[in-house]
């Protein structure tokens, strides 16, 4: 299968789609699957767009809210993860991931997921040492601080990734991991981005989370953007025990812009369906460190040795196992996007920008909200496929700030806030599911299907959304290559 990886998207969807189009026509190929590393810009309207840290005058509606709304389609999956330029408010509606348009799949604060038997995973946001030890305690509105600190990596998601095994093929983070540079043409880089010589130097330059992932999962491929230059590195890990050379390709992309090298295809071997997937070993990681989760500004540490408590949670064949009974053996990530805003109208003319005020906060349908616990555990919020799983933790906003209605029962989904658009059919069947009901539940039609079956039907009338699926296998796949890169037009 074919996999195009875009650095920065910066909005440019309409770009970069049509440029893989073009790549497509040029060589003949099908491209099965975006990934975008980050600066995403999912700006549906102009309270999204007050939500981005960026100076007034570039902020700019650019072209999401068109895929967001129905007017554009994704020609393909796309995959992508966040970066410090977003609309971190619709991004908060996702801690856990989930679809942010149609065919448009955001990973979270950090995801694992497969597709065509490839595993994929991705941390979003960017490395800033004084937040890496706080909680996620960020919500709209957001102050001058936290529209800045709202994207910065936490050590919650590095230990959680850190607790993977097994073979990983893909991953993604925004910044580069720190010291990838030592890798590759350091020079021909210096040449490009003469300001980067003396964090190079210093080895300063990246992230050192990111580093310490890239050591530790050693994926095939690493992807990232934020530094808008592209960069080829390869990083041959030693094995101890084994002795075995394992290789990461690490390649940085430019933002979408013409004349950069923006964009890049390969074609790698896939050994499953194409089709997007839990990945079970990540769904149980999540599940065993739920108490691990804060939403506060202290300095919180991850277990080590030492204490009394667990501190590993690279999870047991058993604990995986359960994890798949819990989601009722079905870990097909369900095509179930719901809008939860009105989208920007063209018309409407350019945003002013200075009479736009940041919304509050909102839970996304496909985010849930478990109950307090019985023995007084915190909340949590989870992506409601992955309910089964929710035993403890809390959500990463405030639940004082939502309605009563979010935690009516034992697994309540959460409802966006008046005075939003009317909940939606898919919404409001969701809503009315029992836990087995949602758990038996993969699809949006599935979900109807249960919801007609039980005479609660939406209260709206509309029908549910035709969700396209993943574009089918084409042809045999063949032995891995590279093919030229695409410029912007
Ligand atoms: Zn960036
Ligand atoms: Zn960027």
Redesign the pocket.
Known sequence: MHIAIEG?SHGELDTIYNSVLRLEQIHGFKVDLLLCC??FQSVRNEQDLKCMACPVKYMDMRDFYKYYSGEKKAPMLTIFIG???EASNYLQEFPYGGWVAPNIYYLGYAGVVRFGGLRIGGLSG?YKGPDYLKGHYEKPPYTGESVRSVYHVRNLEVFRLKQLSGESDIFMS??WPRGIYHHGDKEKLLKWKQHFRSEVKNNTLGSRPAEELLKKIRPKYWFS????VKFPAVLRHKDENTHKAKVTKFLALD?CLPRRDFLQVIEVQNAGPLELSYDAEWLTILRLTNHLLSVGTRTVYMPGPGGSERYQFTPTKEEIDDTIQMMGCNLKVPLDFVPTAQSYESSQGKPKMEQVHMPDPLLNPQTIVAPKGVRGEPHMCWHYSQAPCARRAETLLNPGRYPSSFQRDEAPLGAPKAPLPALTHCETNVMSLTRSERRHSSTVSDIRQAAQSRGSLCRTGLNPPVLPRPTPTHGKVQAETHHTLGKCP
């Not at 953007?225 to 808008?228: A, P, R, S």
């Open positions: 920065c980050g600066d970066g410090n330029h960017i925004h910044d953007g934020h530094l808008h933002k």
